[in-house]
């Protein structure tokens, strides 16, 4: 998990805990802990969760969580420069000469491209086997995605089905008038369960693994591109334009820089 | 049913339970029994639903729900290992040796198929078979899927009609200030029925119906390519190399293995 | 109007009307009548639906309500029948000899399509031709069912609308607190006509008019498809495989039956 | 602007105004007048548009709003027949003979069309040319139609700020329980101000420039086709039949009659 | 941050404050400020959106704001008349001679697609680069985008959890009847908080910069159609038809006349 993320969540809770010992001090801080309410917001959005998917699914959750947010250095300029050194390689040495570079090659779908390439596969093939993967891959990680976007749907509906029932049973008995404002604080502590649980937790992780979705399809898209430029024989100069398009400006300048002895 | 579905519901009421017992006891519960309000939620919104559909497709829904929420074991890596076993049939006895093996197919869409390619068929005209088939399917699966999504979000709007409804008769007669408490409760549960019905129900088994005819459609998808793969005599690595980019990299290693002997 | 929306409506006011007497005795159904009510609620965001429309289009509504809601009976078997058929006797006579049965067509976007072809017109001009028709009538029946749906959106609008109006008008004059409750429960009575009105009517119909939509674009698929195989002189049994494609599998085994004797 | 619209703005407040006066009288009426509430409402959303947009954008609104509303008789079947009448002449006299009619072509898009195709411009390019320029025509008048629908949203949500505010500031003084029912019934005016301009005005006007905007988009696609079949020498016949495709079924008769001495 | 933003801003902030003024005397203001709503509302969307965002890119908010704010004038035409001028010149002298002009083009993205032009790259690979690098960038603005408009949906959310704290912490202690307004006042200065951050600075910010990325990628679209033109050595007035198809009618007259005096 990165630092972002990490300190993100200290900063929410600590933000929230502040602004309660504010207004009701720090005794204010105990009303706030409701083991029923735990009960209700997240097991039942979480059984929820559960009907939505199969076993296998929902606890595979965990490691789409700790996959998607661990720190992923922005590698894209790396990558670039090693494609360049292949396509001159190849154009000197020829397409055959990449197998020797295959065992170094730290990533499956990079080296599975050049593989291709090496076996003399047809260009159309390669296109369509490396972009089947990085389709299977995006729905994938889409489909893990969606399990925290309807979570965080489901939390404040079952906060507020934790609300009603407090309101239902505090209402019934209503004799001592003393007894409904305590009563209603009670209900309303659901209710805030999962509104913090859904906007401090569920969506922002949602939105987290969206982007770090988008920064591994980036990534793939610039392999397949690069891998059938390579196979096409282009320039590598003109390989290295094609590539760096998919950079932001101020990343292409380094990419130029580690690359640039060459020209 | 699979057992994530089963016990998702099961955890999701038993929570809910609690939640109610903790806070009011078990004589609690019985307040929560109102059959005025099952008729308003549940039988409100199925007329609704009945509305937008015809009576065939209104009752179809229960069909829909039980093939959808059949236990499905991801059979992706058998039907590769067997797509791969004809291509290499198909390349050493020619295409018309597969008519022996249409008998054992056990699934309609891979058999027409493969029967089309028999024949002799044109690829282009196959493949437009084969795709208009998976559409049409994928539009009557979205279909049925519609259904319980417009009912999940039709049932918190009859929650809501009934607890206006019951508002509306308490706040006409108020004389006895005392009514005013058990008046509003008894209004609430008709929101909470709704709420629960679509929440802890129609909307999760409108994910998971979703989620099952993602898979349908890959595992068609897989064998579409397969089936024009056959057809025009790749090599049978290539086939491979084609189908398992459908899988997430966990389920590939297996399928290598199954099919590994050959290579 | 077909039978589950007839049934539909009537059995979602009887339960509505059932629940109102339960809770509130056969005299409480009195207090539902509210004449101002209905001129806010109705009257208010039909104005709005107006506004949005011309004058034409807004009483057009009747006519594609009353075309879009009669019964149609799933009738794409007998059109691939028919086809087949044509394609059969174009086969043995020739293009021109389908000129005689152009009369018998009740359909006029399939005779038009037929016309076309003994025409000799070019399959691209003619493919042109009638999925320009098709995208256009699909455009001016979505036209249609977003009103009912805007409608569907502004009716609650409006509700709301109603109570504010209702409660300020109350909350201005409050000295007698006896009267607070007649107020509330009269201003209460706007919002349930706005969300009846929307959920149990507008909704529905429009969910029922888009599914009707949809049905009518699948048969125009299925002319579009059938024509162009006619002309292209395909082989009559892959005319039916494409054109069956398109049907779910109960209904193909019944088309299979009525066209079975042709082979 | 059309008699729709206006007769709807015009229903639309009197049904208000009837149901103010129904249920509170005529001077009921002056109660809902509140300056300080369209300060905030109308001031506040307008602000908000205002930050989205340049000055020029936010005040060109208002020509948005004239040209967009004003009425617009159906013309397609007049160009319709004068696209016919071009391509009947183009076959006859040739393709430079179209100049001489160019002056009486009253619609700038055509005119250049058909300017185009007497230069002897690439079919490609002329496509080109006519589908950028539609292309921006729409995404120019779906700026246009966001800012209203912007507004629309805004509306609302100043209207709920108004309110408020009106609560903070009566709650904060309540000694006097007899002013918190006047308290809030001048807070809930801004809600009622802001859901009236919102559900009234802003979002119907957005609609209506939706829908104004999709008739051009029509006339202006029957234009870029009927350049390029005039140009390509097609059939006046099929140029005819290829154009009424796009019109309603009732309209087409209409325009067969107008062309038909032709045939 | 041009006029329009500014003055927005201003004009909607004035607004409220006299709002609050007429109603509650200009002591009032005093009581619309809360440091702890400060805290809560601000400080935890902000944390939520640290949370959805590596470090880096939260804080490279500011400088997407700063770029994307900055006042643009509206200079397609200046540009449409270069790429005139450039088609021009390269039809006498040779697509060679452009190389001169290269070193007075302010313009990178431009620039970089005449240099591959100069340098006889082949047109497939300069549309190839030129659209990567035109989809990258639109990909990373609407992900700078993304993150106003998540922060928009989450602000109010804090603001009800800050009402919510408010409200459990007052309800609790309910013994002075009194202290009832005083606290609900308080509890709700968080929810106003949330609705102003929201809807007159975080959604209008968004929108602004989604209407400035709007005229962003109208230009570079531009800039890619008109280098392919030029290289293709379409005739300099075909050039300028089709570039000026993308423009409001009212700005092509002017671009007209400062390319005039070449036909």
Redesign the interface.
């Known amino acids: 998990m ?4 990490l ?3 200290a ?2 809770f600590f ?2 805990i ?3 010992v ?3 001090g720090v005794t ?1 801080l105990f ?2 802990i409701s ?2 309410s735990v ?2 917001t997240l ?2 959005s ?13 606890f595979g959750m965990v490691k789409v969580l700790r996959n998607a947010l661990r720190v992923r250095p922005m590698e894209a300029g790396r990558i670039i420069s090693m494609i360049v050194t292949f396509s001159e390689k190849a154009r000197r040495e020829g397409l055959l000469a990449l197998e020797d570079d295959l065992d170094e090659l730290d990533d ?1 779908f990079l080296r599975k491209g050049i593989q ?1 390439v090496v076996d003399g ?1 047809d260009p159309e ?1 390669i296109r ?3 972009e ?2 990085l389709n ?1 891959m995006q ?2 990680h889409e ?1 893990g995605i969606k399990i925290f976007e ?1 979570w965080g749907f ?1 939390a404040p ?2 906060g ?3 609300t ?12 001592d008038k ?1 007894a ?3 009563g ?3 209900a ?2 659901t ?2 369960y999962g ?2 649980l ?4 569920l ?3 949602a ?2 693994l969206l ?1 770090n979705n ?1 920064q591994e399809i ?1 990534i793939r898209e610039i392999m397949i ?1 690069g891998t059938l430029s390579i196979q096409s024989g ?1 320039n590598p100069r ?1 390989v290295k ?2 590539l760096i ?5 101020e990343i292409r300048a380094q990419v130029e820089e580690e690359t640039g002895e060459r020209e």
Chains 1, 2, 3, 4, 5 share one sequence.
Do not use: W
Request: zero cysteines; hydrophobic letters at 50%; aromatic letters at 6%.
């Open positions: 990165d630092i972002g993320t300190g993100g969540l900063i929410g933000v929230l502040v602004g309660i504010i207004a009701g204010g009303g706030f083991i029923s009960f209700i097991g039942g979480f059984a929820a969760v559960m009907i939505s998917n199969t076993l296998g699914r929902t499956d291709l596969t093939i369509n086997i490396m089947t993967e299977s729905a994938r489909e309807d489901l509906a079952f507020m089905i934790g009603l029932i407090g309101l239902i049973l505090m209402l019934r008995n209503i004799e003393t409904i404002g305590p209603m604080s009670t309303l502590i209710t805030l509104a913090v859904a906007n401090l937790v969506i922002p992780v939105n987290k982007y988008n980036l591109e282009d003109i334009e094609k398009s998919f950079l932001p400006p």
